[in-house]
């Protein structure tokens, strides 16, 4: 007898499983089973389909004509800090720019003195928030980088959270040391640089990824190379934030180091993107960031995708420059500024996500870890569609129900 049978599905998203990510015209392509069920035993899918025969259960979940999908991914997060900096939201608004607010006290620099100041415990329990906020929201698979302590102490603290965290909470992790994600005020950049190099010996322990900002007023493409250089010898694999704001050649670097995924891309050039589809690295979009910052220029994905390239979607959940933990915000904003279509968008933030961060999550295929949600909409694309709400009702890690939404309020 099987654990569990979800039963009354309207429709059932199936992403594809592959041991590659979905590259331009596959990531239109997205099957949608009507009148579906699916059948757990011991946390894993038995069969995820069509209704089929009767399957014996210990327990059953009734749909009640929801559509059900994979357990969403977000392969680019910064969910570990201390502080936060609403209070530099009215003065971007009034025009301050960033090195303004930098003198100031504010900007990154500010979450580093917050993450530095702040214990173990402290970053757990604000991270504890945002994880859970996560998974009521349909996401069970997230990364998590450090980045905001700059120094040993601080980035191996935010790694041990992190790890804490995919202990604690029902919910996958993949870890990554971005301790070169900006220079502390005062400091000599490739001194610097160096420091975090070293770091990596110890840093190996916690993470899965190192990552770097390669950006202009930060690190440079020949400076990223070493340190991705050296992080590959230690056998992690890599990432990058890249060509954000200025074309410096990140994405191309990302290429050449064989990085595992490529993340902001606003500004990555038309060579970048065109090498795209001769390469199994995972454009990360973060429209979520751009949206916040009140820019006009998104990252291309029409060109990235239409090129044959492999695209997925993250919040960048940070505390500076985009504070959600939603999502399907993200999916709606991909929808009006991305030109994604909801088939694209699905695969961008289950299977293509996944493999963003080497994860084999995403899909609902025999043998998987059933991590599945069950959503309060009509079909798939009415969930980028009707933007800014929670839609998840419930949601199934290892077969288990964690999150279930209350009932409607009575009058």
């Given at each position: ?85 609403e209070h530099e939201m009215s003065l971007k608004r009034q025009g301050v720019d960033y090195l303004k607010i930098l003198e100031k006290g504010g900007g990154i620099l500010n979450t580093v003195e917050q993450t530095r100041n702040a214990s173990h ?291």
């Amino acid at each position: 007898m099987n654990d569990t049978v979800v039963k009354n599905i309207k429709s059932l998203i199936l992403p594809k499983k592959t041991d590659q990510p979905l590259k331009g015209q596959e990531m239109d392509e997205l099957e949608i089973i009507a009148d579906a069920m699916v059948v757990i035993d011991e946390g894993k899918i038995v069969y995820a389909g069509a209704v089929t025969e009767v399957y014996d259960a210990k327990e059953t979940i009734d749909a009640k004509g929801m559509i059900a999908s994979p357990a969403l991914v977000d392969p680019h997060t910064h969910v570990v800090h201390g502080g936060s900096r609403e209070h530099e939201m009215s003065l971007k608004r009034q025009g301050v720019d960033y090195l303004k607010i930098l003198e100031k006290g504010g900007g990154i620099l500010n979450t580093v003195e917050q993450t530095r100041n702040a214990s173990h415990e402290a970053l757990f329990d604000k991270a504890s928030k945002n994880i859970t906020r996560m998974i009521q929201h349909g996401v069970l698979t997230v990364e998590s980088k450090s980045g905001y302590g700059l120094d040993r102490e601080n980035e191996l603290k935010q790694l041990k959270v992190s790890r804490e965290i995919h202990e604690r909470f029902p919910i996958q992790m993949r870890h990554t040391y971005l301790g070169p994600h900006a220079v502390p005020k005062g400091r000599d950049n490739e001194e610097f640089l160096n420091e975090m190099i070293e770091l990596l010996d110890e840093a190996q322990d916690y993470a899965d990824f190192a990552d770097i900002f390669c950006e202009t007023g930060v690190f440079t493409v020949e400076q990223s190379r070493r340190y991705m250089e050296a992080a590959r010898k230690r056998g992690l694999k890599v990432k990058i934030h890249a060509d954000e704001i200025d074309p410096l050649g990140g994405l191309e670097l990302a290429m050449e180091q064989n990085a595992i995924s490529a993340d902001h891309l606003v500004a990555a050039s038309e060579t970048g993107k065109s090498m795209l589809k001769d390469s199994d690295i995972v454009a990360v979009l973060l429209p979520g960031t751009t949206f916040y910052l009140g820019k006009e220029k998104f990252a291309d994905a029409r060109g990235m995708l239409d090129n044959g390239g492999a695209v997925s979607l993250a919040t960048d959940y940070n505390p500076g420059s985009c504070v959600t933990d939603n999502l399907q915000m993200i999916m709606a904003i991909a929808a009006l500024k991305l030109k994604m279509t909801p088939n694209e968008i699905w695969n961008a933030v289950t299977v293509n996500a996944a493999h963003a961060i080497n994860a084999d999550k995403g899909t609902l295929t025999e043998g998987d870890e059933a991590n599945l949600v069950l959503w309060d909409a009509p079909n798939h694309e009415y969930i980028p569609y009707h933007y800014g709400v929670n839609h998840a009702h419930t949601v199934i890690a290892g077969g288990r129900t964690v999150y279930e939404r209350p009932g409607l309020l009575s009058y």
